[in-house]
C-alpha cells in the first residue's frame, strides 16, 4: 500500500467528543487509571465519523496535529486507527517519527528554541495564577528536554470574554508569544512553536515534501496548518465554522 498521501488531523472536538456519542461511538481516549482500577473512557468518537476515519486509514496515513502533551497523547487510542505516529504532538513542540517515539532532530531545535523561554514561561505562568485568583487554572505544558513549551489556562466557560478575563488579558506584555482564547482555554505560545512549524517539518520529513491531501481542525488557530493542505475538513458547528459562515 502506498502511505505517501497523507491526511493531517487535530484530534479533541474535530474527531474526539467529550460527550457519549450514541450506541456506536468508539472510544478515543482514557482517563489515567490507578494500578488496579478498570480504565474509564474520557471521550469518544462518533460512529460514523469512526468509519470514516477507518476508511480513510486504510488508503492514506493519519497524523495527529494536537496540543496535548506526551502524558495525554499517550491516552489516545482509538480501535482500528493508527495514530502513533508520524504525530504532531504538544502544538508542535513535539514530532514523534514513525516509531510512536520523539523526533530526535525536531527535538533538538525545540530545545535550543524553548530554553531561553523557560524562565519568562514560567514567569507568565506565575503571574496568572496570582492574576486570575483562581478563575483560571494556569499549567505549563512540557515539551522536549523536561521544557515547558507553551502555556495553558482553562476557565469556566464565557469566563476569558468576561470583563475580568479581558482585564487579565490586557494585564500584561507577553513577550511576543501567540496569546490566543480557544473556548476556555487560554494558550500561550513562544514564536516559532505551533501546528504550522511542525506539519511542515512533518511533510518535508515523512513525507518527501507532499502537502497532506486533507487536513482537518475545529479552531482557528487550526486554519494556518490546514492551509497546507489540498482539501480542509472541520465540523460543522465548531469555534472555526462558525468563525467563517
Ligand atoms: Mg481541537
Redesign the pocket.
Given at each position: 500500500m502506498d502511505l505517501k498521501d497523507w491526511i493531517a488531523t487535530?484530534?479533541?472536538?474535530?474527531l474526539f467528543h467529550r460527550s457519549w456519542g450514541g450506541e456506536d461511538a468508539v472510544v478515543a481516549t482514557w482517563h489515567p487509571a490507578a494500578e488496579g482500577e478498570d480504565r474509564v473512557p474520557s471521550s469518544w468518537i462518533r460512529g460514523s465519523t469512526h468509519r470514516l476515519m477507518e476508511a480513510l486509514g486504510r488508503s492514506f496515513a493519519l497524523v495527529p496535529v494536537t496540543a496535548r502533551d506526551m502524558d495525554s497523547f499517550s491516552r489516545v487510542s482509538v480501535s482500528g486507527l493508527h495514530l502513533g505516529g508520524p504525530a504532531v504532538v504538544a502544538n508542535g513542540a513535539l514530532i514523534l517519527g514513525t516509531d510512536g517515539t520523539p523526533d530526535a532532530s525536531w527535538e533538538k531545535r525545540m530545545t535550543d528554541l524553548l530554553s531561553p523561554w523557560e524562565a519568562e514561561l514560567n514567569g507568565l505562568c506565575e503571574w496568572l495564577i496570582a492574576r486570575s485568583t483562581g478563575r483560571a487554572r494556569p499549567r505549563l505544558v512540557t515539551g522536549p528536554g523536561n521544557l515547558p513549551a507553551y502555556l495553558v489556562a482553562k476557565a469556566e466557560d464565557g469566563w476569558w470574554n468576561s470583563t475580568e478575563g479581558k482585564a487579565v488579558l490586557g494585564g500584561r506584555d507577553w513577550a511576543g508569544c501567540k496569546v490566543a482564547v480557544l473556548g476556555t482555554e487560554l494558550q500561550v505560545l513562544p514564536p516559532g512553536v505551533g501546528k504550522h512549524e511542525a506539519v511542515t517539518e512533518v511533510r518535508d520529513r515523512f513525507f518527501g515534501g507532499r502537502p497532506p491531501l486533507m487536513c482537518m481542525?475545529?479552531?482557528p488557530q487550526?486554519l494556518q496548518f490546514m492551509c497546507l493542505g489540498g482539501l480542509m475538513a472541520m465540523p460543522v458547528g465548531s469555534v472555526l465554522e462558525r468563525s467563517l459562515t
Open positions: 487535530d484530534l479533541d472536538n474535530t481542525g475545529d479552531m487550526d
